[in-house]
């Protein structure tokens, strides 16, 4: 069964410094998402992407945070200078087309940011 | 305010025994309901979608039910097993164009043989 894959999957670094998170979505899905959680704490809503643009994001998703598909396989997202509370589950996930039609999200096994 | 609010907050039944798990939400507009299943470190895994036209939807010993008008959800798990322990998380799409997830906090699962 396909999967998304993420990578890493635990990664620690030290505030104030870029992290980028990597994700291979499933090879003929078209939307893509980042979703985060912080321990304890509910699955949050991060950013949507189609057609090579943000197609909608959270309050969240700030100006140090950018998402990227630079090839035709990888999605990442990069923080630019991480602060103690971005530390969280990331989760990316992927779907053939809009959550609207029904379609399944897959998500990936996510990588556990650590920010010290 | 687009919210999803699930109960119990966490619950434990020996095996063998059947649970439900309540979910009430308030996304709007809605497209979709979603029960998902997470084991600790992991990330989430579909086990029904629901439009607002199906009252009731099973995947084997799962069977969620979907009141449109009342904006609850439940979740049925019968004849659990230990496999089973995990967090059940209720999650809306809506609230935007393309649609957004809504997650509840999930209902913390654990089955004791």
């Known amino acids: 069964e396909p999967e998304v894959t993420q990578t890493p999957s635990h990664q620690v670094t030290q505030m104030g410094q870029e992290v980028i998170l990597r994700c291979v979505p499933i090879?003929?899905?078209?939307?893509f998402y980042w979703y985060r959680q912080i321990l304890g704490q509910k699955v949050e809503f991060l950013v949507s992407?189609?057609?090579?643009?943000?197609?909608?994001k959270s309050e969240i998703f700030d100006d140090q945070f950018s998402v990227e598909r630079p090839d035709g396989s990888n999605f990442t997202l990069k923080i630019r200078s991480t602060k103690l509370e971005d530390s969280a589950m990331y989760f990316c996930?992927?779907?053939?087309?809009?959550?609207?039609?029904?379609?399944?999200?897959?998500f990936g096994s996510g990588t556990r940011l650590t920010v010290v | 305010k687009n919210q999803v609010e699930q109960s119990p907050q966490s619950l434990i039944i020996l095996e063998g025994k059947n649970c439900t798990l309540q979910?009430?939400?308030?996304?709007?507009?809605?497209?979709?309901l979603r029960w998902y299943k997470q084991d600790t470190g992991r990330g989430p895994v579909s086990l029904t979608i629901?439009?607002?036209?199906?009252n009731t939807k099973s995947n084997g010993r799962y069977t969620a039910t979907l009141d449109a008008d009342t904006k609850q959800s439940s979740l049925h798990i019968t004849a659990s097993q230990l496999s089973d322990s995990a967090s059940y998380i209720c999650?809306?799409?809506?609230?935007?164009?393309?649609?957004?997830?809504?997650f509840g906090r999930g209902t913390q699962l654990t089955v004791w043989p």
């Open positions: 992407f189609y057609n090579n643009e943000i197609s909608e």
């Open positions: 629901m439009t607002f036209s199906e």
């Open positions: 999650v809306v799409l809506g609230g935007s164009t393309l649609g957004r997830l809504y």
């Open positions: 996930a992927s779907t053939p087309g809009t959550g609207g039609s029904n379609y399944g999200y897959t």
């Open positions: 979910c009430n939400y308030t996304v709007s507009p809605f497209s979709n």
């Open positions: 090879s003929n899905h078209l939307y």
